[in-house]
């Protein structure tokens, strides 16, 4: 089996069904260094396994990393609305240090900027003792839309020691965020980025955007988004989630035949 020169973590939302220790599973079986694991939904009664609450099946995640050797990468995911109190995600940073994640993908959804940079500061400081990453993750539909939205978040927030900020390969491709800007991002902010592709046709609806985020994302080098250009903007040894969900392909090959797919392509792209 081929062995990347980077880390490639499988993302939860590639195979979303599977329960956190088949993550783990799966990700070994299919020659992957790390898993990332969704802990809290999307968007309200999305699919999440919140291990907070299970202490069975929080054991079993831990013994699954420690049989396979799989490192956990990132948890997911923090969404930051008008609501967002950090204290309640106490046990959500607990259960991310006892299972030796990096980084906390988060979302941000808060209209007002200085709430928002308010609640990812908290949040920074409230990961930061169990040696966390909050990564802001923009999404063209979200308060937090493109690059240069997520840099002056960061800079708001004045967090440096454990920001971060995540480059998806969709998004980049949908926010028209120019490659320069990616480029210009200070290394001490990428903790990571999540490829994938996706037809070059970009949807003209809220809806259509979330739908193929969400359902419907191409392997690497079946679209028409340059991930090349986007890798070169960005730290050759960079880890990369392997994000691709499709809910009409992934379940005719299966949990472990889709991530080994998905792998593959991700070894093509990067040659």
Known sequence: MIRPLRPLSLAHLTVLELAPPQVIETAAAAGYSHAGIRLLPSAPGGLAYPLMDDPALLRETRRRLDDSGVKLFDLEIVRLDERFDARTYQRFCEVGAELGAHS????????????????????????????????????????????????????????????????????????????????????????????????????????????????????????????????????????LSVEIPHHVRAPIAGPLGWARQAREATLRLLG
């Open 104 to 239: 906390i993908l988060v979302g941000g959804d808060d209209r007002e900027p200085p709430r928002l940079a308010q609640s990812y500061a908290a949040l920074c400081e409230l990961a930061r003792p169990y040696g966390l990453h909050p990564s802001i993750e923009f999404m063209p539909w979200t308060a937090v839309p493109d690059v240069a939205s997520a840099l002056r978040l960061v800079e708001a927030a004045g967090r440096p020691a454990n920001a971060g900020i995540l480059v998806d390969a969709l998004h980049w491709a949908r926010c028209y965020s120019p490659l320069a800007q990616v480029a210009a991002l200070p290394r001490e902010l990428l903790h990571y980025a999540q490829v994938c592709d996706a037809p070059a046709q970009v949807p003209d609806t809220v809806e259509g955007l979330i739908h193929t985020a969400r359902c419907e994302r191409l392997l690497p080098g079946e679209g028409g988004i340059d991930i090349q250009a986007m890798l070169s903007a960005l730290p050759p040894a960079l880890p």
